[in-house]
């Protein structure tokens, strides 16, 4: 299933560049997620993990990111409920504001996890791009 999404933010692009590519700090502004943590990285590709608790149904996932600072930051699942995810967030700066977007593409592994996180996923996207938003202008 492939989910699109992109929001404007009213700020610069390097401040929602490190709000999004800062991933350990999820678990205190993203819904649903209890935590985050970074596991590897570098100025180049990134080691995740999440956990979430949707509803009292816990799962996690932990993707490989690679990273281009200011320009995209795309996932690739290395372990979790799905057969596979893949994702990008990519940034543009549009005079002092970013457009934000989010590409993501994924099968569940069963029947049962896509009812559950298939069809919370996409109210999550809605729900994570809204607190990436919501974050960068605090």
Do not use: H
């Amino acid at each position: 299933m492939l989910i699109k999404k992109e929001a404007i933010v009213l700020k610069d692009i390097d401040t929602v560049f490190n709000i999004v590519n800062r991933v350990d700090l999820y678990k205190n502004f993203i819904p649903y997620c209890i935590e985050s943590k970074i596991l590897n990285e570098n100025s180049t590709q990134m080691q995740a993990k999440l956990d979430f608790d949707i509803k009292g149904i816990k799962t996690s996932f932990s993707t490989e990111n690679q990273i281009k600072k200011n320009e995209f930051i795309k996932m690739k699942l290395i372990e979790g409920p799905f057969k596979y995810l893949d994702g990008e967030w990519s940034f543009k700066q549009v005079e002092n504001k970013t457009i934000i977007y989010l590409n993501l593409n994924y099968e569940a592994k069963n029947k049962i996890i896509e009812f559950t996180v298939g069809k919370s996923l996409e109210k999550i996207t809605n729900i994570l791009v809204k607190s990436f938003v919501d974050e960068s202008l605090k």
